[in-house]
């Protein structure tokens, strides 16, 4: 929260910085149990970072990632859903679908189908991660 104040202070409402504070703020707040405080900052956190950032920034999908963090805790499954396959398609625009972020977003997607009991939906993403991360490390990884 010092960090969020400082920053805030400094270089004002509308700046990278400002909204990472809010993003790093909303994780510690949903990992200490407050979810609804963890919601709002992640909020405010996407909002900022669409205002000063083009619609594709590879930010914007890390904010929606951890946003679809924050719903998913609060159990609000097609929220978390929205989130993650906004985060996936940003990644797959700005990584290519061969990337690790790629993968850890098409997992997040599946992980919300699963939660809202579309395990068809949920088994397509899960595979489609699995075979992006042995694209990338080979069969024969650990």
Known sequence: EKAFTM???IYGR?????AASL???GLAN???GRLEEGLKNHLEALQITKEILPPNHINIAFSYNNLGIAY???KKHQEELECQ????QIKEEYYGENHVHTAASYNNVGRAYENLGNYEEALKFG????QIERNIVGDNHP
């Open 30 to 32: 949903v990992k200490l």
């Open 127 to 130: 595979e489609k991660a699995v």
């Open 85 to 88: 396959q906004k985060a996936l």
């Open 72 to 74: 998913h805790k609060l």
């Open 14 to 18: 509308k700046n990278m910085f400002t």
């Open 7 to 9: 920053r805030n202070e």
């Open 23 to 25: 993003d790093c703020m």
